[in-house]
């Protein structure tokens, strides 16, 4: 099963893809994902003709009915350097933090406990089409595409999710204490199109994250990871996020980054970032610069 919503500016209308067929969903997105990942489907109502490619095609600009985000997370948490590469691109990063003689990446990359940082709540998270954001005081942000997990509150994997850590690396890399702003600000996270459930991701360590940065129709940066590389287990991610800190169902966790553009590819207003993985589907999103008031 795969759920999604669509918006029409000022309403919302969730939908349930089973057996590549289109059904209203007459429940909330998180319980029918609790209740599928319990061998029960709940809440379909009628089945809908919906032109699902037509409507991708849509942005926020569009007319009449278009992608949203698939549900409203009461929180969004990440892991970070989860993977070789970003341990290595994060410790290059000039006059980079070290604790004795490592970076603190190169630190945390082989540590027992993983770095695991709030990101988001639903009103800083975009959806499919809408934009994502620069804030008005980083001259360099770049997108994180991330392989997302749907939880429950046990830590139970009821979903997968395309996810975008946006983030503000010049603030970061000027003081690690400045993580929080570089990372949680309006327009910081995108997720979507689809919540998949995990009968349709049958190995979530085989799948491909690709990344396109496009600025004025022509593609600018083009990346890919396997999933494969990750080191850090999902796991072991969710076991230290639950750690002594209760999250609600659905919260989502973002399992790291693989896919790390330099600074010539610093987001601009007016850029488009689509990310896809293997057996999801595809998140395009469009970067709006944020003023500083
Ligand atoms: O502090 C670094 C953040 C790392 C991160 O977000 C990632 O590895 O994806
Ligand atoms: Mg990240």
Redesign the pocket.
Known sequence: MRIFRLTNGESTFQYAVVDGKVFELGVDPVKALISYANGRVVGLGAEVNIDVNQLLSKDYRSSGLRFTKPYDPIEVW??????EV?RRR?SEEGDVAKIGDKTI?ERVYGAERP?I?FKATANRCVGHGEPIAVRGDSEWTLP?P?LGVVITSNGKVIGYTIID?V?ARDI?AEN?LY?PQS?VYNGCCAFGPFVVTPDEIKDPYSLQIRLRIIRGGKSIYEGEVGTERMRRRIDEQVKYLIRNNTVPDGTIL?T??GILPGRDAALRDGDVVEISISGIGTLTTPVIKLKVD
């Open positions: 990440g892991s970070g350097i989860s993977y970003s994060y990446y770095e940082f994180e991330e850590d983030s970061e690690p993580l990372k973002m790291g980054t």
